[in-house]
C-alpha cells in the first residue's frame, strides 16, 4: 500500500515536480516508461503502469480540463460517482468502490448514496481498503483484515 502512495510522489519528482494532466499526456512513451522503470521501478509492472497513467492524464487533460478532482466535482449520486471513476484505465468495480469510499471518508466527497455505492468499502468501522487507513494503528487493521480474506480464500 504504501508503494502505491509513494510512486506518484516519486513520479513527480522524475518529472520535474510537476503531475501535470497535459505534461503527463504529451510525453514521449518510451521515455514515459524509462520514468517507471528507473530504480526503485514505480510499478512492479511498470511499461503496462506507465501505458496506463498516460491515458489517465490524457483523459483528465481533455475531458476534465486537467484538473483531476473535476472527475468527482457536482457528482449527482454515489452511483454517478463510482460510474464516472468506472471509466477511468485501471478502475474496475472494486477500484471504483475503494477510491469513492476514500473520497467520501477522508475528503467529504459523499453524494447521495454514496455509501452504498462504494459497498462495501464505504462502510464505517470495517477496516477494509485504503479508505479507512488514517494512522499507523488504521494501516495494521486493514492489513490483518486482507491477511484474515486471504487466509479464508485459500481455507476454501
Do not use: C, N
Request: glycine share 10%.
Amino acid at each position: 500500500m504504501e508503494k502505491a502512495f509513494t510512486s506518484p510522489y516519486e513520479l513527480r519528482s522524475r518529472l520535474g515536480g510537476t503531475l501535470d494532466a497535459a505534461t503527463i499526456a504529451g510525453y514521449d512513451p518510451d521515455a514515459f516508461e524509462e520514468l517507471f522503470r528507473t530504480p526503485p521501478a514505480l510499478h512492479r509492472f511498470p511499461a503496462a503502469m506507465a501505458k496506463r497513467v498516460q491515458e489517465l492524464g490524457r483523459i483528465i487533460a481533455a475531458e476534465y480540463g486537467g484538473d483531476a478532482s473535476a472527475v468527482w466535482a457536482g457528482v449527482s449520486s454515489g452511483s454517478d460517482l463510482i460510474a464516472r471513476l468506472s471509466k477511468l484505465p485501471g478502475f474496475g468495480a472494486q477500484k471504483a468502490a475503494i477510491f469513492a469510499a476514500l473520497l467520501g471518508k477522508q475528503l467529504g466527497v459523499q453524494p447521495a448514496g454514496w455509501r452504498e455505492a462504494a459497498s462495501p468499502f464505504g462502510e464505517d468501522g470495517v477496516y477494509r481498503s485504503v479508505a479507512d487507513v488514517v494512522d499507523d494503528a488504521s494501516l495494521a487493521k486493514v492489513r490483518s483484515y486482507k491477511q484474515q480474506m486471504k487466509a479464508a480464500a485459500k481455507a476454501k
